[in-house]
């Protein structure tokens, strides 16, 4: 059981311990954050501190811990140290920083100030005035009751961040404008860069060197602008040209080839002391005994897999396929954050190859090396109450580190998969992406186009739908919406069933699910089906629903499939943009990006699509083209 880190005022502290002291001479509040969730470890001025702290390990940790040592504490990079001892070390820091902020806000104190000590005395500023000194404070020696210290320090704290907080609202004003004549300045010289092109050319803006190159198959490190007018694209990690024609064949393959013998991320990530189980409504993990230690008990596993509250107005973000880097991107991002969603789920794929470096820039927002650049990175938005980031082909390219090493860091995950449930509702995210290769003998990846496999869950997915989730429960009669990446249906290209087939053998007979999925860069919705197709035909009915369209280029044509009996309810064909291939003289097509957002309350599902216009077209606003209320017929 991995435990939070300690921190005091949201500001980590050290782990080093020095040597323990027996009193802190002041009073001390730290908390810990615990599976049971926050405890505080209050410790009072003349109190022992290490009586103290043996108390809250003994009765805190030692219950709980169950994958380190006898009585241990994991720290935010999750490297085991004893909890007296990290605890102590903690109170010290805690009581050193409250000393020194006591002291240079001595002028203000009505009381005479402990330093080292629980009775040597400061000086005051003599300026004071007279009266703000209590008239037997300096004839007493004695120290100033705990509550009241402590409220005292606390109206200090608040004051002093107060004015921090006006300081940093300034500095975050004045990055604000100098970002923005940064901006200025790429847009500015790009534009100069690349005036007078042909419509099909493609401009090579090279900002850390503030130059211009003839670009062939980008193997330079510049930033590949598609026409005169797609300038303003030069302050973000990539063009949408990077992902057309050949300069996108020459880099994608180029990049596979340098990530593709590493060995897929093992073990396979999985929950370990929790049941990837979580409260629709509060964001809370549940164990199997649905709040207390984990259980393994047939009646606790039941209780958790039938948990989840009333839901009233949860809403949810979610967009497919959006991880390219592009200014497109970052548009989409930031209009589902204006949204204030509780929880935002990204369905998979981050370009080119989903290694750390795609993932520091294009999700969780760091800027582009070298820094002369002048760019910035994409951000994912984060849900106020949790974010999952969801594995797709793009992942496994990279064997999963990057998403496991870089995403998990910074959605704060523990595995590909997971369950959000409601009294009504239950949402369940599935990892199409692991499996999606096939292996050759050495362990690499065969990422070809005749290397794909059906995309089938891992067998721990398959045991923890039935053992855990017990989605092959006849009796629940909850709603459930699935989130995978890969689509077992589709009106334009060919399909994955893996998935589908396995859960033929787990959903009851007769279920109809809401199935949201990607890898299809484009949007549409189908018409309720049962799934028909290779041999294969499914006992389960399912809402398909292909939101790919979230940040990667998008292609507006029609259905090609056409000896299927076409389920098509809605579809996007718009043109946003062309874009020169300059390699074949001709420009290219690119469709709307836009994320989707579902409002839960209680029984009822209200799903919007939205997509997202750039630049001239009136950036960072969207336009809403689809909403529908989903119910369970």
Known sequence: MHLGFLTLFGAVLATAAPDPIEHLGLP??????????????????????????????????????????????????????????????LAQDAAREKRHFLQTLAPKAPWPLVANGPRRLLSLDDQLPVEAIPADSCADSSLPDDEQQESAFLQLKEEALDQDGRRRAHRRRR?????????????????????????????????????????HHDKSSCVVVTSENQCWSAVCPAAMSKYVGKIASHRKDAL???????????????????TGIFDLASGQATSAAGGGPVSGTAAAAAAAAAGGGPVSGKLLGLAGDWGSGTCESSTVAKLMAREKPDLTFHLGDVYFVGDAEDFQNNV???????????????????????????????????????LVYQGYQYSGQKANYGAWQSD????????????????????????GKGGE?????????????????????P?????????????????????????????????????????????????????????????FKSDYAIYPRLVGNGGYRITP?????????????????????????????????????GYFKILVDGPDLLVNYISARCKAQANESGVVYNSENTDMD
Not at 424 to 430: Q, S
């Open 364 to 402: 969780m927002g760091q800027k582009p090396a070298p820094e002369s650049r002048h760019q910035m990175g994409v951000t994912w938005p984060m849900g106020k109450q949790s974010t999952f980031l969801m594995a797709g082909n793009h992942e496994a390219i990279d064997g999963m580190k990057g």
């Open 175 to 215: 990055r604000r404008r100098r970002r923005a004549r940064e901006d200025s300045d790429v847009t500015e010289q790009c534009d100069a860069c690349c005036k007078g092109l042909k419509a099909y050319e493609v401009c090579g803006w090279c900002p850390e060197k503030r130059s211009c190159l003839k670009v």
């Open 28 to 89: 001390v509040t730290i908390t810990a954050k615990t599976a049971e969730g926050t405890k505080p470890l209050a410790i009072k001025a003349n109190e022992s501190a290490i009586a103290a702290v043996e108390r809250f390990c003994n009765w805190n940790f030692m219950s709980v811990v169950a994958s380190a040592s006898q009585d241990a504490f994991s720290d935010q990079v999750g490297r085991p140290a004893p909890c007296r001892e990290v605890l102590l070390s």
């Open 453 to 473: 496999t059906d995309a089938p869950q891992p067998k721990e997915v398959v045991d923890w739908l039935m053992n855990t989730v017990k989605l092959n429960n």
């Open 424 to 447: 009504h509702w239950r949402f369940i995210a599935l990892d199409t992406g692991y499996l999606c290769f096939k292996l050759n003998q050495n362990g690499s990846r065969d990422i």
């Open 256 to 274: 596979k080839l340098s990530v593709a013998a590493t060995p897929l991320v093992q073990p396979y990530p999985t929950y370990q002391g929790s």
């Open 475 to 535: 009796n629940d009669k909850r709603g459930i919406v699935l989130l995978t990446h890969h689509m077992p249906y589709s009106d334009f290209e060919h399909v994955y069933l893996g998935t589908a087939m396995q859960l033929q053998n787990i959903l009851p007979k007769s279920r109809t699910v809401v199935w949201f999925f990607g890898h299809e860069h484009r949007f549409a919705l189908y018409d309720k089906l049962k799934l028909n197709e290779h041999h």
């Open 557 to 593: 044509k029609s259905p090609t499939h056409h000896k299927r009996h076409l389920k098509l309810k809605a579809y996007d064909k718009r043109l946003y943009q062309e874009v020169p291939d300059d390699d074949k003289h001709k420009m290219v097509k690119l469709g709307f990006n």
